[in-house]
């Protein structure tokens, strides 16, 4: 490992150094590349030289241990390296966290698609609660999310909402959320007083560049029309609204968020990009078998991940199996708990399989 790390720490210093040259600062992508890569490093050299300062003082304590006379200062030793073992042993484990090989997608923007399922019309109402938890999430993380196609529902929420998420690490974060969210709860529909159990089911997929997927676009069809805002108002008469149908596989998106009929072809052609990149995927998963296929983050649409329980305010887990008794909190959009939890368990196994 630390041979490993004594190499991150000579190309951190590589690419600080690439970064103040005149040609790199003057390629705004190169120096876009450069300075995620410079950040990305930055976070493990700083916990080594904690961990390398550690090393460095157990020594020193243990010198003095094998040759203080003094009592006093043997006895102060003694205490350093009480103190020391457990930090360096946290060290060591924070350090093989952030030597696991990460998912190039994590530092992606992401594509969010939530679809009400069973339960009628309380479903669409959960779909659009589940939106607005997002949207608070997204508020909290410094993320901005726009609402890029929907079908509202037909007493309230929606049956179908479609929003792009941009920022910081987005897709390492969202991803989680993809499955079946169901709740308990009574409908405000209900007149006996009975709980009623709903889902909707989200869908979490990387933004992808437009180097990443290449595209045939003879074998796109697009159509254009009127846009319109949620909870149906109109606020567009002009015909700026695109649908894009890729014919081999019969999948459609659209989106109608933007006045200009140019944005709008754009963020339809990256999220038509982001769903045949998740096929794909997909189809490379089912290959690899599903005794492969961790559960954690799967992004399985049939996966039932979370239960929301409203008569006794509890959320939970399925897949770390955690419940916490802050459901109003949760749905203002403090999910993070929950998220770094799956972020942990899903590294634990990733080093079991490295050790295999």
């Not at 590349?33 to 304590?61: C, F, G, H, P």
């Not at 930090?87 to 009400?116: C, T, V």
């Not at 982001?274 to 005794?291: N, P, T, W």
Request: net charge negative; glycine share 6%.
């Amino acid at each position: 490992m630390i041979e490993k790390l004594e190499e991150i720490v000579h190309r951190f210093e590589e690419v600080g150094q690439l970064m103040v040259q005149p040609d790199i600062m003057s390629d705004m992508d190169n120096f876009t590349r450069l300075s995620k890569e410079y950040k990305d490093l930055e976070k493990i050299v700083a916990v080594y030289k904690d961990y390398k300062n550690v090393l460095s003082n157990l020594d020193s304590a243990k010198e003095v241990l094998q040759h203080e006379k003094d009592p006093e200062f043997k006895e102060m030793a003694k205490l350093e390296l009480e103190e020391l073992e457990p930090q360096k042993e946290k060290l060591a484990e924070k350090l093989k966290q952030l030597l696991i090989p990460k998912d190039p997608a994590d530092s992606k923007n992401a594509i969010l698609e939530i679809r009400a399922g069973a339960g009628g019309d309380e479903a669409s109402i959960f779909a659009g609660d589940l939106l607005r938890m997002y949207q608070k999430f997204s508020e909290q993380q410094g993320w901005k999310l726009t609402i890029t196609d929907f079908v509202d529902g037909t007493a309230g929420g929606f049956n179908k909402v479609v929003a792009n998420v941009t920022g910081t690490d987005v897709y390492g974060k969202l991803k989680y959320e993809s499955g079946v969210h169901r709740v308990q709860r009574v409908p405000a529909t209900e007149t006996q007083g009975r709980v009623h159990t709903s889902a909707a089911s989200v869908v979490v997929l990387p933004e992808m560049d437009d180097v990443e997927i290449e595209l045939d676009m003879n074998d796109i069809r697009r159509d254009e029309f009127c846009s319109s805002g949620p909870g149906g108002q109109s606020v567009n008469t002009t015909y700026s609204a695109i649908r894009l149908t890729h014919l081999p596989t019969g999948i459609v998106v659209q989106c109608q968020d933007q006045k200009s009929k140019l944005k709008n072809y754009d963020k339809a052609l990256k999220e038509l990009k982001s769903r045949l990149y998740a096929m794909e995927l997909q189809k490379q998963q089912e290959e690899v078998g599903a005794e492969r296929k961790s559960m954690i983050g799967s992004g399985d649409r049939s996966d039932k991940i979370r239960t929301y329980n409203y008569p006794q305010g509890r959320v939970t887990d399925h897949r770390i199996g955690k419940s916490v008794h802050n459901l109003p909190a949760v749905m203002d959009g403090d999910i993070l708990p929950f998220i770094e939890e799956l972020q942990i368990a899903e590294n634990a196994e990733k080093m079991k399989e490295g050790t295999e």
